[in-house]
């Protein structure tokens, strides 16, 4: 295998472990998770309709971050300006982590 065929290698599994959503966001879903689970011995109904409330939060704050990444893509293009390639390698990257994720379910 060549240099360039590792780096891409290890750029895809880079992009494949990628989480989609980090920092600040990723923790308070993870702790809103930790709370439905220990509410489900005492109220299993609540905890699964608290969990789909959080699914679907989880997902809105996916989909807007995709949005907000595309619109800033289509800004620079309108602009005039030629987003860089590793803004676009990045997004490339990101949207393949995703598409992964979704065929993987």
């Given at each position: 295998?060549?240099?360039?065929?590792?780096?891409?290698?290890?750029?895809?599994?880079r992009?494949?472990?990628?989480?989609?959503?980090?920092?600040?966001?990723?923790?308070?879903?993870?702790?809103?998770?930790?709370?439905?689970?220990?509410?489900?011995?005492?109220?299993?109904?609540?905890?699964?309709?608290?969990?789909?409330?959080?699914?679907?939060?989880?997902?809105?704050?996916?989909?807007?971050?995709?949005?907000?990444?595309?619109?800033?893509?289509?800004?620079?293009?309108?602009?005039?300006?030629?987003?860089?390639?590793?803004?676009?390698?990045?997004?490339?990257?990101?949207?393949?982590?995703f598409?992964?994720?979704?065929?993987?379910?």
């Open positions: 295998m060549t240099e360039h065929e590792h780096q891409t290698t290890d750029d895809a599994a992009a494949d472990d990628e989480q989609l959503l980090v920092g600040e966001d990723a923790d308070a879903f993870g702790e809103r998770w930790q709370q439905i689970q220990a509410e489900f011995v005492d109220s299993p109904r609540d905890a699964v309709q608290a969990a789909d409330a959080l699914v679907q939060d989880v997902l809105h704050r996916v989909t807007r971050s995709f949005a907000d990444e595309r619109r800033s893509l289509e800004a620079q293009w309108d602009s005039g300006d030629d987003a860089s390639t590793e803004d676009l390698r990045v997004a490339l990257q990101r949207y393949r982590a598409f992964g994720r979704l065929l993987s379910v």
